[in-house]
Nanobody, 125 residues
Framework: VQLQASGGGLVQTGGSLRISCVAS????????MGWFRQAPGKEREFVAA????????LYANSVKGRFTISRDNAKDTLYLEMNNLKPEDTAVYYCAAQRRSDAIVIAIPQPYSDWGQGTLVTVSS
C-alpha cells in the first residue's frame, strides 16, 4: 500500500495540529497503522498505533493524553490529532502500515512493511 502523509507545519508550544495519511493501492482496512517520528540527530521512535478496525490503540508514554490516533476506513485515511504540543515533539512524522489478520498493535518499526514520506511538524518555544 502507498502512503501519503500531510498536514505538518509550524505551531507554537501548547498548540494543536492534525496530520493525515492517505492510503492507496491496497485494502486499507486490512492494515494495522502506526505513526512514528524522527527528530534531527535522533533515531526513529514510535508515537502511536491503531488496529485495522479501531479495536485497539497504543501510545508512547511521551504523547499519551495529548495525542489521539484514529482512522476512517471509508476514506482510507489515518489521522493523528496532536494537542498541547511541546518543542520536543518537533520531528518528521511518518505513517506506516502492517498487514495483519488480528487486532494486535505493534510499537516497533520492523514489522511495518509500507511507509509514507513523512511530514514535518515544528513546535516553536
Amino acid at each position: 500500500v502507498q502512503l501519503q502523509a500531510s498536514g505538518g507545519g509550524l505551531v507554537q508550544t501548547g498548540g494543536s495540529l492534525r496530520i493525515s495519511c492517505v492510503a492507496s493501492g491496497g485494502t486499507f482496512s486490512t492494515y494495522a497503522m502506526g505513526w512514528f517520528r524522527q527528530a534531527p540527530g535522533k533515531e526513529r521512535e514510535f508515537v502511536a498505533a491503531i488496529s485495522q478496525r479501531n479495536q485497539n490503540t497504543l501510545y508512547a508514554n511521551s504523547v499519551k493524553g495529548r495525542f489521539t490516533i484514529s482512522r476512517d476506513n471509508a476514506k482510507d485515511t489515518l489521522y493523528l490529532e496532536m494537542n498541547n504540543l511541546k518543542p520536543e515533539d518537533t520531528a518528521v512524522y511518518y505513517c506506516a502500515a502492517q498487514r495483519r489478520s488480528d487486532a494486535i498493535v505493534i510499537a516497533i518499526p520492523q514489522p511495518y512493511s509500507d511507509w509514507g514520506q513523512g511530514t514535518l511538524v515544528t513546535v516553536s518555544s
